[in-house]
């Protein structure tokens, strides 16, 4: 099964019209995703089409102490 592996952006704004997601790497087949940033609704169009299932990375210490504010 392929698998999609992707994590938030770190340098984007609240309202902000830029893709939200950074593919990290994918597993299991050979699809290629060329781009840098992308959509998730794109990325969940990509994982049906390709019978992928996505996995969201969880954020790093310097967005958990964000959130706790």
């Known amino acids: ?3 999609i592996f992707v994590r938030e952006r770190r340098k984007i704004e609240k309202g902000e019209k830029k893709p ?8 299991g087949t ?19 089409a390709a019978g992928a299932t996505v996995v969201y990375l969880k954020a790093g210490k310097e967005a958990a102490e964000k959130g706790s504010d």
Request: overall charge neutral; proline content about 0%; cysteine-free.
């Open 20 to 27: 939200r997601f950074r593919v990290v790497g994918v597993h």
């Open 1 to 3: 099964m392929t698998t």
């Open 30 to 48: 050979d699809l290629r995703i060329s781009v840098e940033h992308i959509r998730k609704m794109e990325l969940e169009q990509i994982a049906e």
